[in-house]
């Protein structure tokens, strides 16, 4: 059975015990649900990539309460201070070598020199950081390759009954992953997410660069073409229905009257974000297994980026 906790001082006292044995805990963070576990602890790892079904090569972020702690993980450049300094706690991912002191299990890391480490933003995730008083590796809290939970009834639709306890702090506010940053020793953009790529550009006075794509070796689940899938099929940038009766449309903006679901009738990309995962599952319900999913074309700027990231890889062939 999985404990739903509250998000109050004796839930998250809870939720730290449970850590401390080594059993897995979902819990909000301001993107969305993570999966978390001692970070230090390779049975409590393994346990989450057993949890997720998830290929093992695909390493983990590490969640701590502030930079000092990062600090203790990690080894920081310029640009990732510079980095950390404007967008922590939020929702921004870094990866950069770690340390040989870091004690995380080899397990987070796949193996690589580097990890990927996190400052979440949302008050829960905070405390529970803070009450644990360790490293924390959370993944999405999601089966792997499937849609990112961002409210507890998501996870418990996802891993009822295969984890210890997911703590309820209702709806997670950006609704997408993190941007997540690699160094090669230049910045480069491993995965688009909630920090708009124009703003990480802003902080550093230059444009970030895309990565090399190799598909044998991924080094962000971004590079895998099939991720964030619905059962239904999906297909993107309708403009409208034309005939397809049976389809779920979810529209975005004024323009889209007719569509069942709208991200954001206003044309809103912060709203459209914090909906996206919620209205595609939403979607997925409603058409079922065998039905078909349309979605209006959301334009390619700002959170626009993340979000036609995770769009275009749920309606990836499978
Ligand atoms: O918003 C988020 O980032 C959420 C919340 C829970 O924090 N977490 C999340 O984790 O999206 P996950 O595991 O679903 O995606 C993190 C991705 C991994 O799939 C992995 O490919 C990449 O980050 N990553 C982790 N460590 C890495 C490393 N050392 N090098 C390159 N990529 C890495
Ligand atoms: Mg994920």
Not at 153 to 161: F, I, P, R, W
């Amino acid at each position: 059975m999985t404990e739903i906790l509250s998000p109050t001082s004796s839930g998250l006292d809870r939720a730290a015990t449970l850590l401390r044995e080594g059993a897995l805990v979902a819990f909000p963070t301001e993107t969305v649900y993570g999966l978390g576990g001692d970070a230090r602890s390779d049975r409590a790892v393994a346990r989450i990539f057993e949890a997720k079904g998830r290929p093992s090569f695909n390493p983990l972020i590490v969640h701590v309460p502030d930079l000092a702690a990062a600090h203790g993980l990690v080894a920081f450049n310029d640009a990732a201070e510079r980095l950390a300094g404007a967008f922590w706690p939020g929702p921004l991912t870094l990866v950069l070598p770690l340390r040989p002191d870091s004690r995380l299990s080899p397990l987070v890391s796949a193996g690589l020199p580097t990890a990927a480490v996190r400052v979440p933003a949302h008050p829960v995730a905070q405390a529970l950081l803070r009450a644990f008083g360790g490293p924390v590796a959370a993944p999405s809290a999601n089966p792997s390759g499937r849609i990112s939970p961002t409210r507890a009834d998501h996870v418990l639709a996802g891993l009822s009954g295969r984890i210890a306890a997911v703590v309820d702090g209702g709806a997670c506010a950006v609704g997408l992953e993190s941007t997540i940053v690699g160094f090669d020793p230049d910045p480069v953009l491993l995965r688009p997410g909630g920090v708009p790529a124009e703003a990480l550009a802003a902080c550093l006075g230059l444009p970030l660069r895309l990565p090399r794509i190799d598909a044998a070796r991924p080094n962000a689940p971004g590079q895998l073409d099939s991720h964030y899938a619905p059962a239904a099929r999906v297909t993107l940038n309708v403009a409208g229905r034309d005939g397809r009766e049976g389809a779920v449309w979810i529209g975005f903006g004024p323009g889209a009257a007719g569509a069942e679901l709208n991200l954001s009738p206003a044309g809103d990309l912060v709203e459209a974000a914090a909906n996206l995962f919620h209205l595609l599952r939403e979607a997925d319900r409603m058409a079922g297994p065998e039905g078909s999913i349309l979605v209006s074309s959301v334009p390619e700027k700002g959170l626009g980026r993340a979000i036609n990231d995770r769009l275009r890889r749920a309606a990836a062939p499978r």
